[in-house]
Nanobody, 127 residues
């Protein structure tokens, strides 16, 4: 059963913007009770943490490589989380995944902490 679905990826020129969405596909999945993390994996590289938002949107954290360019938000009424990516660079090219973690959070950068994952959306930034 697919619980999380990412969308919004695509091809963009360096300096451009994209907004990724992470939505639940299951009516019984209580999206509003989960912390959400975004991760990415570039070809030939390990999956890395990008951003985190807690269940009520009150706390957010970013990787050093993204904190000045990306923002994260969520709309629990719509069961959707967002990753706004600005000033994109070619090194941001990767498959982006959202993941859900039951509170309380511990190490939000650790992919193993997350219970559910989406199938990913591809982001390609051309130079």
């Amino acid at each position: 059963q697919v619980l999380l679905v990412e969308s919004g990826g695509g091809l963009v020129q360096a300096g451009g913007s994209l907004r990724l969405s992470c939505a639940t596909s299951a009516r019984t999945f209580r999206f509003s009770t989960y912390n959400i993390g975004w991760f990415r994996q570039a070809p030939g590289k390990q999956r890395e943490f990008v951003a985190f938002i807690n269940w009520d949107g009150g706390r957010s954290y970013f990787a050093d490589s993204t904190k000045d360019r990306f923002t994260i938000s969520r709309d629990n009424a719509k069961n959707t989380a967002y990753l706004q990516m600005n000033s994109l660079k070619p090194e941001d090219t990767a498959d982006y995944y959202c993941a859900a973690d039951s509170p309380p959070y511990s190490d939000y950068t650790d992919a193993d902490q997350y219970d559910y994952w989406g199938q990913g959306t591809q982001v390609t930034v051309s130079s």
